[in-house]
């Protein structure tokens, strides 16, 4: 069963002119596109399938600024501000999230960042044992330490992408949904077109949100982009267990409180790389990042493959593309990995017993070789922009990215500093490279 997700209706009648296009409707290409249209620009946003329909609605749910990159922590902390605004509609909540270890290791990691979280004006209370213990009693464990990031919460990842595509039609812009953007049109050097499949759009200015699909879209027109995606397998069981935490994470199992009382389980990390054209391509960047990640990445299958989601053929604008043979990327879970899941939640979590499992899924997190995403103007292309490669992130700073693209699209003040996430970073030797958070 597909993770779930709340339907929209959208117009079919595609613009030929619009002052915007953002391509791809997820939780990035949503709040880029609502932020455009707050300005009173005229957007028109195209999707290949369903509104929300890929990662943004396969992830836990997490707003988090606790443990997040140094680079990405002021997005973070501003992204937060703006889930507020759409707390309603979201079903966002500053639950807080909490960390529970044995490992001291962890834990001294844990507190080094907290000492670096409070350089950032970034609350986080690290736990001594009893405190842990108190705080994870559903676990019935004793444990060590932990954090407890009061200021962090989750949101609804089957309500909020198309809340906020609800809230651009509000504001007069249109969506589109079936309908997949093939390329981009130049004249004089500079975009002057989106193409997709219904037809033409005339405009100054794009961003390509296009998720695991970015990279191959950017190779139509030359722009060599290093993304990698990892499948990722994800359960959720039924409402029935109290006494739970909202939002808690420990390195065997992370548990997340659903809007419907039930509860989304993972194993942080945990996925499969399945093989493609494009992994083969950028494996010497990525090379690190796997290394690091060894004990909780394994080999996939053929998947990816037959997705063509990461292919290096080059298609015609005149004919159908891959994104329209794939609608939306919906790869099978691991059941290994979804068995192993469920035995060690309801071995943490004994009050999971009284719950049964009501859906299982898989879906592609896209990845950049340093894990930052890259979010900025495409060189080659003037007036094109570049919002991907979020890195399993991209659902709790997506209003914050989607901010900024609406401010570098604009030439408005940016949100945050967009050094850190500019694209040209990878034209440069700076593969393997990892912040010290």
Same mark, same amino acid.
């Given at each position: 069963?597909?993770?779930?997700?709340?339907?929209?209706?959208?117009?079919?009648?595609?613009?030929?002119?619009?002052?915007?296009?953002?391509?791809?409707?997820?939780?990035?290409?949503?709040?880029?596109?609502?932020?455009?249209?707050?300005?009173?620009?005229?957007?028109?946003?195209?999707?290949?399938?369903?509104?929300? %329909?890929? $990662?943004?609605?396969?992830?836990?749910?997490?707003?988090?600024?606790?443990?997040?990159?140094?680079?990405?922590?002021?997005?973070?902390?501003?992204?937060?501000?703006?889930?507020?605004?759409?707390?309603?509609?979201?079903?966002?909540?500053?639950?807080?999230?909490?960390?529970?270890?044995?490992?001291?290791?962890?834990? %001294?990691?844990?507190?080094?960042?907290?000492?670096?979280?409070?350089?950032?004006?970034?609350?986080? &209370?690290?736990?001594?044992?009893?405190?842990?213990?108190?705080?994870?009693?559903?676990?019935?464990?004793?444990?060590?330490?932990?954090? +407890?990031?009061?200021?962090?919460?989750?949101?609804?990842?089957?309500?909020?992408?198309?809340?906020?595509?609800?809230?651009?039609?509000?504001?007069?812009?249109?969506?589109?949904?079936?309908?997949?953007?093939?390329?981009?049109?130049?004249?004089?050097?500079?975009?002057?077109?989106?193409?997709?499949?219904?037809?033409?759009?005339?405009?100054?200015?794009?961003?390509?949100?296009?998720?695991?699909?970015?990279?191959? +879209?950017?190779?139509?027109?030359?722009?060599?982009?290093?993304?990698?995606?990892?499948?990722?397998?994800?359960?959720?069981?039924?409402?029935?267990?109290?006494?739970?935490?909202? %939002?808690?994470?420990?390195?065997?199992?992370?548990?997340?409180?659903?809007?419907?009382?039930?509860?989304?389980?993972?194993?942080?990390?945990?996925?499969?790389?399945?093989?493609?054209?494009?992994?083969?391509?950028?494996?010497?960047? +990525?090379?690190?990042?796997?290394?690091?990640?060894?004990?909780?990445?394994?080999?996939?299958?053929?998947?990816?493959?037959?997705?063509?989601?990461?292919?290096?053929?080059?298609?015609?604008?005149?004919?159908?593309?891959?994104?329209?043979?794939?609608?939306?990327?919906?790869?099978?879970?691991?059941?290994?990995?979804?068995?192993?899941? &469920?035995?060690?939640?309801?071995?943490?979590?004994?009050?999971?017993?009284?719950?049964?499992?009501?859906?299982?899924?898989?879906?592609?997190?896209?990845?950049?070789?340093?894990?930052?995403?890259?979010?900025?103007?495409?060189?080659?292309?003037?007036?094109?922009?570049?919002?991907?490669?979020?890195?399993?992130?991209?659902?709790?700073?997506?209003?914050?990215?989607?901010?900024?693209?609406?401010?570098?699209?604009?030439?408005?003040?940016?949100?945050?500093?967009? $050094?850190?996430?500019?694209?040209?970073?990878?034209?440069?030797? %700076?593969?393997?490279?990892?912040?010290?958070?």
């Amino acid at each position: 069963m597909r993770a779930p997700l709340q339907q929209i209706e959208t117009s079919g009648d595609l613009p030929q002119t619009a002052d915007a296009v953002v391509i791809g409707g997820g939780i990035v290409g949503v709040f880029a596109a609502y932020y455009l249209a707050r300005r009173g620009m005229k957007v028109a946003l195209v999707e290949k399938g369903r509104i929300g %329909a890929e $990662q943004s609605s396969r992830n836990w749910g997490w707003c988090r600024q606790q443990n997040r990159d140094a680079r990405e922590l002021p997005m973070a902390t501003r992204s937060l501000d703006l889930w507020d605004s759409f707390a309603a509609e979201t079903g966002f909540r500053r639950c807080g999230l909490l960390y529970l270890s044995n490992d001291e290791a962890e834990l %001294a990691g844990w507190a080094r960042w907290r000492d670096f979280a409070r350089t950032a004006g970034v609350t986080t &209370h690290m736990l001594d044992g009893a405190g842990a213990s108190e705080r994870g009693r559903a676990t019935g464990r004793t444990w060590k330490g932990g954090v +407890f990031s009061p200021t962090d919460g989750t949101a609804d990842p089957s309500r909020a992408t198309p809340a906020v595509a609800r809230a651009i039609l509000e504001l007069g812009s249109s969506v589109h949904q079936n309908c997949a953007a093939r390329g981009v049109e130049t004249e004089g050097g500079r975009l002057s077109g989106v193409v997709t499949e219904s037809g033409t759009i005339r405009t100054k200015v794009a961003v390509l949100a296009g998720g695991a699909w970015a990279s191959s +879209f950017c190779h139509q027109f030359g722009f060599r982009f290093p993304q990698a995606s990892i499948r990722s397998s994800i359960l959720s069981v039924s409402p029935g267990a109290e006494g739970l935490p909202d %939002a808690l994470h420990t390195a065997n199992i992370s548990a997340t409180r659903r809007s419907d009382g039930g509860y989304t389980l993972a194993i942080s990390g945990r996925g499969r790389v399945d093989v493609t054209p494009q992994q083969l391509r950028f494996s010497p960047q +990525f090379l690190p990042m796997f290394l690091k990640r060894w004990r909780s990445l394994a080999p996939g299958g053929l998947q990816g493959m037959r997705s063509g989601h990461e292919t290096l053929r080059r298609w015609r604008l005149d004919r159908p593309t891959p994104m329209e043979r794939m609608r939306i990327l919906d790869p099978a879970p691991n059941q290994a990995t979804i068995r192993l899941t &469920h035995a060690r939640a309801l071995e943490l979590l004994p009050a999971l017993r009284r719950t049964r499992i009501s859906a299982a899924w898989a879906g592609y997190i896209d990845s950049t070789p340093d894990g930052v995403p890259a979010i900025g103007e495409i060189d080659t292309v003037p007036g094109f922009f570049l919002a991907a490669g979020f890195s399993g992130h991209g659902f709790g700073i997506g209003p914050g990215a989607g901010h900024l693209v609406a401010d570098l699209m604009t030439g408005s003040k940016p949100i945050v500093d967009p $050094q850190s996430y500019d694209p040209r970073r990878f034209d440069i030797s %700076a593969w393997g490279k990892v912040a010290d958070f």
